[in-house]
């Protein structure tokens, strides 16, 4: 799956999560934008190329 469509993905993941917050489905809509959120940051850290890596400094 490319970039793109990951990119795609979590776009609509975090819009279904915004229309169950309007419709007053809060739970639903909580967990839609926890998933975009990881799913965000886990494709940036694979661009960036420091995905699985823990450091410390």
Known sequence: MSDFYKDILTGA??????L????GEFIISSTLFAAAAIASNV????????????TCE
Not at 20 to 23: A, C, E, H, K
Not at 43 to 54: A, E, M
């Open 13 to 18: 993941v975090f819009l279904t999560g915004l």
């Open 43 to 54: 494709n940036t850290n694979r661009k960036r190329g420091n995905g699985g890596r823990l």
């Open 20 to 23: 169950g917050f309007i419709s």
